[in-house]
Structure formats: C-alpha cells, structure tokens
C-alpha cells in the first residue's frame, strides 16, 4: 500500500483545453509532469482546482464558478477544447475523478431508514456488506459540463463503485424540468424531489421517502447512503483542503498588514506566506524530514515530527541546505515585518522568498495540522491517526532554487509522499526528476523504501502535437533509477551539452601526440612475473 | 590505479547508422560494468596524452552521435567523468618492450595498427610513472575470445588473452596488466581468464573449483575436452562444463572426475553443483544442485577439499 486512507487515484480529462480525447492521470503520491512549455501540463491539474474553487463559493446553483482564485474563464467554451463558438447547447468538458475511501460498514448501517442488511446487500447488489468492520471502496465520479443558452450547467453526473466488485453505478438524468432523477444500477430509484446538488455534488434525502421495508428502492438508496454518500463528502474534504501553489508569486513586502483572519493556505500566488508564517507560527504541524543520502545510501526516516510550524519551516530549511531563518518583527499596530536573519524579505535572494511558501504548503499538506496528536509518532500509527491523504499540487517548486535546493525538494518530497501528502508536480527541474531516480537507484534492493519508490513515483511526459493535441506518456522508475519508458528528449538537453563542450574542448585542445614503435615481444614466450 | 579503455568497446557494426538493439544493450552493460570496476578497484579512467583524445574522437565520439538509448548515453557520460584532468606522464624509451598488445590492438580489423603503440604507449607511460594499471576489455571473437562447443548445448567462452605485460628499459621484471571486464574480475582475480561462475573454497564451496596456482600462466590449460563436451579443468583434474540445457544456461556445473578413488569416495563420476552467484533459492554455491534419481542411492555427500 503507497496510501491509506482517502486518497486520490485519478484524474481523467476529455474534451478540455488542450485535450481533446479522454486522457487519464493516476495520481501516486508522487506524481510528476514534464514537458515542454504550453504542452498542457497544467491543464491536468486544472480539473481539480475547478471543482474546488467551485465548491468555496456559497452558490450551490453555479455548476463551476468560472471566475474563481486559480482559473478565470469567460464561459466554459473558453475551457473547451478546439473553443467552440456560441450555440444555444454547446458539449463542454467532461471530467472523471476516481478516489478511494474507508466506509465503515456498521456505523453506515446506523443510518439506513428502515433496511436489513441481506435486502440491501442482494437488491443493492453489494455482498460484500456481510463483512464486518472497515471496507474500502474506489469511487468514480464522471461529470460532463454544457453551455445551454450562455449557462455552464452539467449534461451528465454518475457515480460509480469500482472496488470492491460488483460494479455498483448511481447515474443522474435531467429531467424535462431540469432537474435530476437518480438510477440505481439502471432502475429509478429516487426522483428530483428528493435530490439537491450543491455545485456538482448531489444529496438524495432518503428520509422522506415513503417505501417498504423489503422494496427495492429502498435497497438502492441504501446502498447509495453506504457507497457515495459518505464517499462524497470524502471528496469534497479532499479538494477543499487541497493546497495549491502556482508558479507566478507576488512580491514580498517591506511592510505587512496586520492579521484579521489567520489563514490555512499560502494562496495560489504564495501571497499568504507571510500572514500563514506570522498568525499560524504556534500551530502544531506534522511531517518528515528529508531523506538523507549517504554513500551511494539513502535513508529515510519513520518518525513524524510534531513541531510549531515556525520551527517547523525553519527546520526543513536548514534540512534543505538554506541557512539562517525566518522570524516576525511586529511594528507596533502597523503590522509586521518578515526577517531572513536579520534582512527583511524583499531583501532577501528572490530564490528564498520563493521557498518560503513552498515548505509552508508542503506542511500545511498534513491533514492533522494545528492539532496535537504526539511528537515522535511512527508513520504507521500517524497515518491510521489522520485516516485520509491531503492533495498538494505545484507548479514549478523550482523556481529560482539553487540545483542542490532543488534536488533535495525532491527528497523532501518523497518524505512527506511518506505521510499521508499526495504530490502532483509540474516542473521542469532536471534536478527535481534526477534526484527522484537517484532515490530509486540508491535503495536497497528489495527494502521497503524501494518498493515504496517504484509504486509511488511515477513521471509524466506530456507532449502537444502541431495540431495542438496534448497527450501523456506515464513512465515507471526502474529499481536502477532508469525508466521503463524513455521519451525522446527526456531531460537530456544538461548531459548533451556536456558532451558537445567536451567534444568541442578536445578539438580546440589538439594534444595528438604520435606514440613511439615499441618493441612487442608477441612472438616470444610469455614473460616472467611475480604472479 | 589508472584504467585504459580498449578501444574495441566503441566499435560496433558499420560507422553509419544506428546500433541494432542488442548491441546498444550490450554497449551500455560492457561500459556499465568497466565503470564499476574501476569503482571496486578505486581506478581512474586518466586521460593519458596520445591515447586519450584519440580514443574519444576516433572511436567515443562517432558511437555516441550514434546511440538511440538514454540508458547508453548515461553510461558515456558517467565514463567520461571517471576521466578528471589530462595527465602527462613522461614518454618511454624506445627500447620499453610489451607483451599482448599486439594481439588485442593491432591485429584486429576493429581499429587502424598504430593502436598498438598508442596503447603501450599510455600504459608504459603509467607504468613508468609508478601507477599500477589495468585494462578494461571487451572480449571479441578471434582476437581475446575462442568460443567452444561441444555436443548437448555445451558452449564455453575461453579468453585467450588476459594479461598484457609492460618491461620499462632497464627494469629487472615485467609488470602484468590485467585485462578486466567487470567488478568481480576485482575481487576474484582468476576470473580475468576463468568462468566467474566457478565455485573456489573461498566462496565457501563444498566441492570446489580447485584453482591451478599458476592459472594465469599461458601454459596452464584452462579448457580440455571431458566426455566429449568442452569443459575447465582444475587441479585436480575434474572437468566442469555446462548443463544441457540451450544456451548454457541453468544454475549448475556437470563435473566429471575420472579418478578412480574419487569416483570410488564419491559413488559416482558425474555430479551437478551449484555455480557461483546463482539466485539464492537454488543453493549455496559449490553444493550439491540436484541428484538425478537413478543416483540417488549412490552419491556420498562427502564434499572434497582442494590441494
């Protein structure tokens, strides 16, 4: 197992920006794209931040909010791909998201109205109820937007359980009114009186709906209340609490403004950094250090530290290699100031005012954050703590970060992929993906670090025709740091121009030096040694 | 330590196009595993003056532009790197002689005859300058490998030259060059000439390969035909060849032994024993692998100690 708990296994994108046919991402805990600029690597992560900003807003009715802190869109056609003119019913992008949850089985069973467990696991087709305790369920939500007369509304919504088999699917239809009836496995089970959707996310109120004990509706909406129900609010957490950093950043101030409200993200520009650092400085986070390399060795460590999250950053700067450390200079009622030492932030190398908000979203990825749940916690017991894995994507972390910075992100990276952080990482950084291959390579062979390592890291290639078609190639790390996969100018362009400079050296520096002839006794007898 | 490179590791098929698959595979497996000798020998690729330059743009050069894998243009970079600063060690005398140069580097068609001096050149130059030196090979049908074979799969890869020999002009002796192709060669010496997969004493074998003192010596026969099928012969006599079994392959060696007190100890004149460095799951190296059922009554288990 790579995660526990709810967590995210896949994206798929049709019919959006630069994707025209359905394209699928498994998402690991680290999951890396590459590619060159405009190639759509960002349009992968994109989905999610749609349906999160969506969800922040309190306007139930809007399908997506279209002008929202991380993508502003005059209508859905913009987000469209081949961007279709105006119509009065126009076919939008279409989205999958697959994750995974823990449903408790007997507490779900608390909630049923009016069922038994043998009806609803016959009728409801869904025997592995008879089991007891905690069951796993991978979930998919497959969504289609539309524009209908100038109006972003959603065309088609179903929910599908895929594991544990057999496949259970909830299927939502417009009706005439336009409103929604739900199916169970084809059968009508719930009609739009009874359904609600926030956004994009439906509620079925079962509680008023008036059905025998042993009906077989009444199986299907219990079987929804124990698969999606709850899967559902599972997914609304996950992208709700999904920390988001773009590669643009405003710039630090000499100044900061007092605190109204601390806040729980850097902002999708890292504006928030500062304020994060000041008002939430004493709240307890959670996380690993960087794996340590050694002589051709890595090691990782098993033990969570629980620290106040303004040591807390400064610790995993000097784990980075970034000496010296932040601190909050208050400037009586004014507001405050953010020191480097003793330099104020705009004084500072651009590259730290960077980082900054890159360690802070990487810890603010811990799902038990600003609670104190023990220092020294192993990783296992921490994970069976948190129940869920947090979302954190990057765009380009790299930016303006020294090589060694950079490469030891990635061992940063891997150690909070650890506990309980799924990374999704656009970047361009050789660095970053060499660092992430030389891990693999310098694990044991057969060590449980290496086994997480090659189910958890998996590297994109996302490459754009000239017709401006984006599609992914997933490529698998070897136990030798290699890929199973190479593209075609993978990350090359460094090792290239070492050779042509070396090549080109010996050409300027012509050393060529005809040797002697030499006396070769090769008819003779072999000569005498010591041995 | 300093390590040369034969040059026959860059020459593969025709100058133009790319490499077939199973060459570039084989390219970056040779360089991989020179590259981890010389880490277990803490060797140094020295970029000697005369051989070097020439070696890279005559033969490194034109083979890199034509790699399709990133797996073989990492292994050049990583070659090149283990090469640091030009060094200019003081030319030899006229009258240095060398031994085996002649047969790996001038009598090919693989690369043009000065080969020869340039090679002896760079390693005398080393040689003289105090620095032990060996020579990181490729093993070439006809020119450092004879390939045997015999009847029920039976093929056996006898390297023909495994030293080379360096006398600077008025030194007593003559300074051996091993000719390594990979870590192990480091460790186990005899392997320079010899099956890695033959099981010594050393490796804790129960029925050792027992290794002729003077098995670097060119009078020492090292294969001789046993049963009709090729096989090493140790000091002891007994044959050891491959099982039947298509390409060589299996995790054991058949020895034959046909002294008599032998067979008469051992209850038999054939045994299969495990080869070195198979997968753990097949047994410790130099056991027993497997008795065949209509010997399995008669095999004394007893082991045998080397002279």
């Known amino acids: 197992m790579t995660s526990t708990g709810t967590h995210l296994l896949a994206i798929e994108v049709e019919r959006f920006k630069s994707y025209q046919k359905r394209t699928r991402l498994d998402v690991t805990p680290i999951t890396v794209l590459i590619g060159r600029n405009n190639s759509g690597k960002s349009a992968l992560i994109q989905p999610l931040l749609l349906l999160k900003q969506a969800l922040a807003i309190a306007r139930p009715e809007l399908a997506l909010n279209l002008a929202g802190e991380f993508i502003s869109a005059r209508n859905i056609r913009d987000l469209t791909h081949g961007w279709p003119g105006q119509a009065p019913s126009v076919l939008g992008p279409a989205f999958a998201i697959e994750w995974e949850t823990v449903v408790d089985i007997p507490a779900t069973q608390e909630r049923w109205v009016n069922s038994q467990l043998t009806t609803v696991a016959e009728r409801a087709g869904l025997p592995w109820l008879h089991g007891s305790g905690k069951q796993t369920l991978a979930i998919r939500m497959d969504i289609t937007f539309q524009e209908v007369e100038g109006t972003t509304t959603i065309r088609d919504l179903s929910f599908k359980l895929l594991q544990p088999t057999p496949v259970a699917r909830a299927e939502f239809r417009r009706s005439s009114s336009g409103g929604f009836a739900m199916s169970w496995n084809g059968h009508l089970t719930a009609t739009e009186a009874n359904i609600k959707l926030d956004h994009f996310l439906p509620y079925v109120d079962i509680s008023r709906i008036r059905l025998g004990r042993n009906h077989a509706r009444r199986a299907y909406l219990n079987g929804w209340l124990t698969c999606f129900a709850s899967a559902i609010e599972d997914l609304r957490a996950l992208l709700g609490e999904m920390q988001y950093l773009s590669s643009a950043r405003d710039a630090p101030k000499e100044r900061n403004e007092p605190v109204s409200a601390p806040p729980n993200d850097v902002g999708a520009n890292g504006a928030l950094a500062a304020d994060l650092f000041k008002s939430r400085g004493g709240d307890l986070i959670h996380y690993l250090p960087p794996l340590v390399l050694g002589e051709g060795t890595v090691t990782a460590s098993d033990v969570v530290r629980e620290r106040p999250l303004r040591s807390a950053v400064n610790d995993v700067l000097t784990e980075l290699g970034v000496d010296g450390g932040f601190s909050v200079e208050d400037a009586d009622v004014l507001g405050y100031r953010l020191l480097f030492g003793r330099a104020s932030l705009p004084h500072v190398g651009r590259g730290l005012t960077y980082l900054l908000p890159v360690v802070e979203v990487g810890l603010l990825g811990d799902p038990c954050r600003f609670t104190a749940i023990g220092d020294n916690l192993p990783i296992d017991q921490y994970a069976a703590r948190t129940g869920r894995s947090s979302l954190i994507a990057l765009e380009e972390p790299e930016s303006h970060l020294h090589p060694k910075v950079q490469s030891r992100l990635a061992q940063w990276f891997v150690a909070l992929a650890r506990c309980q952080r799924q990374f999704i990482i656009e970047s361009h950084s050789d660095h970053i993906v060499r660092r992430l291959r030389g891990l693999v390579a310098r694990a044991g062979a057969g060590t449980p670090l290496e086994t997480w390592l090659l189910e958890s890291v998996r590297i994109y290639a996302v490459t754009q025709s000239t017709n401006g078609v984006s599609e992914l190639t997933p490529m698998k790390l070897t136990p030798a740091g290699g890929l199973e996969e190479w593209p075609e100018d993978f990350m090359d362009e460094a090792s290239q121009e070492d050779s042509a400079i070396y090549y080109a050296g010996l050409s300027k520096e012509e050393r060529d030096e005809a040797p002697h002839k030499f006396v070769h006794d090769e008819g003779g007898p072999e000569p005498e040694d010591g041995g | ?307």
Not at chain 2, 140 to 151: E, M
Not at chain 2, 246 to 254: E, F, Q, S
């Open chain 2, 1 to 307: 330590m300093i390590a040369l490179l034969d040059p026959a590791l860059f020459v593969w098929g025709s100058p133009d196009g790319p490499l077939v698959p199973a060459d570039e595979a084989e390219f970056a497996s040779l360089v991989s595993r020179a590259i981890q000798a010389c880490r277990e020998a803490r060797a140094t690729v020295t970029p000697i003056a005369g051989y070097w330059d020439r070696l890279w743009k005559d033969f490194v050069r034109p083979l890199q532009a034509r790699l399709q894998t990133p797996r073989a243009r990492a292994a050049v970079d990583e070659l090149r790197k283990l090469g640091g600063k030009l060094t200019e060690f003081s030319p030899t005398s006229a009258d240095t002689r060398v031994w085996g140069f002649r047969t790996l580097f001038g009598q090919s068609n693989m690369m043009p005859s000065d080969w020869e001096d340039r090679m002896a050149d760079a390693a005398s130059r080393a040689i003289i300058a105090g620095k032990s030196v060996m020579m990181l090979v490729r093993l070439v049908d006809g020119r450092n490998l004879r390939v045997h074979r015999g009847k029920q799969n039976v093929v056996l890869h006898e390297v023909t030259r495994w030293r080379l020999y360096v006398r600077a002009a008025g030194a007593g002796a003559h300074v051996p060059i091993d000719c390594v192709r990979s870590a192990t060669q480091i460790r186990r010496t005899w392997t320079i000439r010899y099956d890695e997969r033959l099981p010594t004493e050393a490796d804790g074998a129960r029925y050792p390969f027992c290794l002729p003192v003077d098995w670097h010596r060119g009078r020492r026969q090292a294969i001789r035909t046993k049963e009709s099928v090729p096989a090493w012969v140790d000091t002891a006599g007994r044959g050891w060849t491959r099982p039947n079994i298509p390409g060589g392959a299996g995790y054991h060696w058949d020895v034959f032994f046909d002294d008599p007190q032998e067979v008469s100890d051992i209850g038999v004149d054939q045994l299969n024993i495990m080869e070195y460095a198979a997968p753990p799951s097949e047994g410790t190296a130099g056991a027993l692998h497997h008795t065949p059922t209509r010997k399995k009554g008669r095999v004394k288990d007893t082991g045998w100690r080397c002279p």
